[in-house]
């Protein structure tokens, strides 16, 4: 099954404490997200990445840091996450090839929902 | 940059009846797609329904439809016969062709179908 997976979907933790979020998805897709959604402001993006080894920053990096070693891996990774980074976070990806607006379809991991005390 | 505006924060319908949700946008280019994404209560995106900026014609997917209006940079989303599991929360998406993989959401719909 084409799928994102994301773990862990709940996560609370408290302020400083090192966390990394991992998402995987098993497409072969090229482009790599990852979005916080917060209430009123939809969802924005964090970071990116276009393929291995090449990733940048989106809309709300602060905070945040990403890797892309292998294609099918895209993990988020907080380092001293603060209460402000309570958020949902969702891990997406696309083909960014094909027909054309399937080459621009979010597939959408399941969230993860992180509490920072 | 673009920027995507959903105006109704919350509206409710009645059992099979139709609802229509507005989503306006703001961006000088002219190729680029838009998608409205579902969200319900287990908070998995799904997408409902995609327009190419290039095609005059309206996208339709079952219940769903979309009136796209371009040089008014509007992208309205139809439900027709509600139904309960309609009830969810609606983002309207846009990005760009050859875009720098920036899918910029609008801040939600809350849709409410009720029996």
Redesign the interface.
């Known amino acids: 099954e084409a799928q994102v997976t994301q773990n862990p979907r709940y996560l609370i933790t408290v302020t400083g404490k090192k966390l990394t979020v991992t998402c995987s998805q098993n497409m072969n897709h090229e482009y790599m997200s990852w979005y916080r959604q917060d209430p009123g402001l939809g969802l924005r993006q964090i970071y990116y990445s276009m393929n291995v080894e090449v990733t940048d920053k989106g809309d709300v990096p602060e905070g945040y840091k990403v890797s892309r070693k292998e294609k099918r891996n895209f993990p988020l990774i907080l380092e001293s996450p603060s209460p402000n980074q309570t958020s949902l976070y969702f891990c997406a990806s696309h083909p960014g090839q094909g027909e054309r607006w399937r080459a621009y379809e979010q597939y959408f991991g399941p969230g993860t929902r992180l509490t920072v005390t | 940059a673009q920027t ?1 505006t ?1 105006s109704q ?1 919350e509206m409710s319908v009645q059992e099979a009846e139709t609802v229509t949700l507005s989503c306006t946008y703001d961006t000088s280019e002219n190729n680029y ?1 838009l ?1 409205w994404y579902k969200q319900p209560p ?4 799904i ?1 409902v329904i ?1 327009q ?1 900026a290039y095609k005059q014609q309206n996208a339709t997917e079952n219940r769903f439809s979309v009136n796209f209006q371009k040089a008014a940079k509007s992208f309205s989303l139809k439900i027709s016969d509600s139904q309960l599991g309609d009830t969810a929360m609606y ?1 309207c ?1 846009f ?1 760009k ?1 050859g875009g ?4 910029r ?4 719909t809350r849709l409410t179908v009720k029996p």
């Open positions: 995507v959903q924060p797609y998608f287990s908070r998995q995106m997408l995609r190419e983002f998406a990005m062709h720098n993989n920036d899918m959401f609008g801040a939600g």
